[in-house]
């Protein structure tokens, strides 16, 4: 159980172009999912937090103009990118926490998108 | 001083060894402690989650976790090639959701 998946696994786009990356919790309902970002042999960087039917919670320093956070459902979460250009290129990983299990808070990541604005 | 300190790496020993990653971390509310693998160009996956003070063992794994020292670890036995990976600590306290990470060690486990 507790499967996260992710679409695309990779998509490369002209600079100024939008792109759309879902996350879904497969096997359970998420009513938070996260979306991170990360840099070659670097750890996580947290960029929003998702809750269900509300507006995203973005961390310090990211622009929710540019990084669109949707989470309509329990299971699915939406970033677009909007305009991207090429310093926006990365690897976004989404992650969704499984508020079933209670106080365990635990959170289980999809596969990523990597994303290469030329 | 970052919130939750962790040694790079690269960590590499042979086959079979018992492997030893840590992290420390300076945020005493901290309660909930997980140990995420993450192989190249891969998400994160979880390992081990534990609460508060103690021990967990799951297979070959092991996670500690001493509060007063503010001092986690993970414990590989039987290392294998295949345990070859980033290994992320991360944690958060009761009822905050954002976790917080280690910046991950690399492990390197030769035939």
């Known amino acids: 159980g507790a499967v996260v998946s992710q679409h695309p696994s990779r998509v490369i786009c002209k600079s100024g172009t939008s792109v759309k990356i879902e996350c879904r919790s497969l096997?359970?309902?998420?009513?938070?999912m996260f979306w991170y970002r990360q840099f070659p042999k670097k750890s996580l960087m947290l960029m929003a937090t998702?809750?269900?039917?509300?507006?995203?919670?973005?961390e310090q320093g990211v622009e929710k103009d540019k990084f669109l956070i949707n989470h309509a459902s329990l299971t699915l979460s939406t970033l677009t990118v909007t305009s991207a250009h090429p310093e926006d290129s990365s690897f976004y990983i989404c992650s969704a926490r499984d508020g079933g299990q209670g106080f365990t808070d635990t959170q289980y990541f999809g596969p990523g998108t990597r994303l290469t604005v030329l | 001083q970052k919130e939750v300190e962790q040694d790079p790496g690269p960590l590499s020993v042979p086959e079979g060894a018992i492997v030893s990653l840590n992290c420390t971390y300076s945020?005493?509310?901290?309660?909930?402690f997980m140990w995420y693998r993450q192989y190249s160009r891969k998400g994160p996956e979880l390992l081990m989650y534990?609460?508060?003070?103690g021990n967990k063992e799951d297979g070959r794994f092991t996670a500690q976790v001493d509060k007063s020292s503010k001092y986690i670890s993970l414990f590989i036995r039987d290392s294998q090639p295949s345990d070859s990976a980033t290994y992320l600590c991360?944690?958060?306290?009761?009822?905050?959701?954002?976790?917080?990470f280690g910046t991950g060690t690399r492990l390197l486990v030769s035939p």
């Open positions: 991360a944690m958060n306290d009761l009822g905050f959701q954002k976790l917080v």
């Open positions: 998702s809750n269900e039917g509300s507006k995203a919670t973005y």
């Open positions: 945020n005493s509310a901290f309660q909930y």
């Open positions: 534990t609460y508060s003070s």
């Open positions: 096997d359970f309902q998420a009513t938070t």
